[in-house]
T-cell receptor, first 113, second 113 residues
Framework: GESVGLHLPTLSVQEGDNSIINCAYS??????FIWYKQESGKGPQFIID?????DKRQGQRVTVLLNKTVKHLSLQIAATQPGDSAVYFC????????????FGQGTRLTINP | NAGVTQTPKFQVLKTGQSMTLQCAQD?????MYWYRQDPGMGLRLIYY???????DKGEVPNGYNVSRLNKREFSLRLESAAPSQTSVYFCASWSRLSTDTQYFGPGTRLTVL
């Protein structure tokens, strides 16, 4: 079946540096993508989303890039802080009807002081 | 506004026992979802309810049943628990009218011995 996967399971960066988390998706029909942050012992928390009619979307310290040609999604976090340490998941969906998200495996981001 | 709440937070069962996980949302969302998350993996959809009065299978429905009790509440039942059902269970809700993203509860950590 179709699935969303991540290139790297773990990522460590120095506090203050920028981080990039990658995601590959395989369902070309997907037109809505979301990044979630999951802290230990908690449920996933929405970070940012992007629709397939966009290539880039920016939020506060976060940017999501979408490359539909190679079915690749990335999350950039600027000036990382200790509170950014978490597992990050990408998820995909086809808009319309019930929202049935397909999640990737996740990347654990560790911010080193 | 509590968002999505789940009970219990933790549960230990013996093989063959039954239990019901409870979920409630106070955001007036139409759709509700049950996911499971196994160690080192993303979330997988068990069942969902697109609207009050309807339920549908997700990716991994075997061994589970659900009930959409009313618009607020969506329960997940394990009739005869198996060790393979040891996991963290998350409930989520969503409404196309108010948001493009699902909101998640804090999770229930279930261990089946």
């Amino acid at each position: 079946g179709e699935s969303v996967g991540l290139h790297l399971p773990t990522l460590s960066v120095q506090e203050g540096d920028n981080s990039i988390i990658n995601c590959a998706y395989s369902n070309s029909a997907s037109d809505y993508f979301i990044w979630y942050k999951q802290e230990s012992g908690k449920g996933p928390q929405f970070i940012i989303d992007i629709r397939s009619n966009m290539d880039k979307r920016q939020g506060q310290r976060v940017t999501v890039l979408l490359n539909k040609t190679v079915k690749h999604l990335s999350l950039q976090i600027a000036a990382t802080q200790p509170g950014d340490s978490a597992v990050y998941f990408c998820a995909e969906n086809k808009l319309g009807g019930a929202q049935k998200l397909v999640f990737g495996q996740g990347t654990r981001l560790t911010i080193n002081p | 506004n509590a968002g999505v709440t789940q009970t219990p937070k933790f549960q230990v069962l013996k093989t063959g026992q039954s239990m019901t996980l409870q979920c409630a949302q106070d955001m007036n969302h139409n759709s509700m979802y049950w996911y499971r998350q196994d160690p080192g993996m993303g979330l997988r959809l068990i069942y969902y309810s697109a609207s009050e009065g309807t339920t549908d299978k997700g990716e991994v429905p075997n061994g589970y049943n659900v009930s959409r009790l009313n618009k607020r509440e969506f329960s997940l039942r394990l009739e005869s628990a198996a060790p393979s059902q040891t996991s963290v269970y998350f409930c989520a809700s969503w409404s196309r009218l108010s948001t493009d993203t699902q909101y998640f509860g804090p999770g229930t950590r279930l261990t089946v011995l």
